[in-house]
Antibody, heavy 118, light 108 residues
């Protein structure tokens, strides 16, 4: 069974950067996309970014495009989210999510909290 | 982007009674790309139903999903105390995946 463990969250000032990591235990599944989804108290769940198994497709929400960069290293069973030019509205719990053979958003990590505040 | 509208947003239910949550989509999702999630307090979301009506492993059979096109429903046949949670629908037809606003189920 696949387990996802996020790390890298923390408190940063506006304009600063953070890099989130998602470690995949149980092996990265071939042909499965992975995603970052965030949750805020006021706006519920929001898809942030997605990446295909072979990185041939990478997508971003309009709210983060140009500031966030998603990448993956299949040899290291890891997914990354580089977050630059952070804003207070990026404050959220960030979840790593994997699509499964049965469909979308099958497996979720426990989340890592990002707080952007001066 | 596909907009999902859930109702009701708050759902008080008596133990042992049925509950129903609606999810309406701004675009047709056929009978494939609609999923339901449960998020208990302090936990990550957990997928309950995939492809409209398929229960994930370990999900009690009191949970069921139905619908097609733009109208979908999550039903709980007999609510138990452990069902207190937020429930979200999500469309996975294409990126960006989008979610409903969430429905908070509470016990009366």
């Amino acid at each position: 069974e696949v387990q996802l463990v996020e790390s890298g969250g923390g408190l940063v000032q506006p304009g600063m950067s953070l890099r989130l990591c998602c470690a995949v235990f149980g092996g990265m599944s071939r042909d499965r996309a992975m995603h970052w989804v965030r949750q805020t108290a006021g706006k519920g769940l929001e898809w942030v970014s997605g990446i295909y198994w072979d990185s041939s497709r990478i997508g971003y929400a309009d709210s983060v495009r140009g500031r966030f960069t998603t990448s993956r290293d299949n040899a290291k069973n890891s997914l990354y989210l580089q977050m630059d030019s952070l804003r207070p509205e990026d404050t959220a719990i960030y979840y790593c999510v994997e699509d499964g053979s049965s469909g979308e958003a099958d497996v979720w990590g426990q989340g890592t909290t990002v707080t952007v505040s001066s | 982007d596909v907009v999902l509208t859930q109702s009701p947003l708050s759902l008080p239910v008596t133990l042992g009674q049925p509950a129903s949550i609606s999810c309406r989509s701004s675009h047709s999702l056929g009978n494939t790309y609609l999923n339901w999630f449960q998020q208990r307090p302090g936990q990550s979301p957990r997928r309950l139903i995939y492809k409209v009506s398929n229960r994930d492993s370990g999900v009690p059979d009191r949970f069921s999903g139905s619908g097609s096109g733009t109208d979908f429903t999550l039903n709980i046949s007999r609510v138990e105390a452990e069902d207190v949670a937020l429930y979200y629908c999500m469309q996975g037809a294409d990126w960006p995946y989008t979610f409903g606003q969430g429905t908070s189920l509470e016990i009366k």
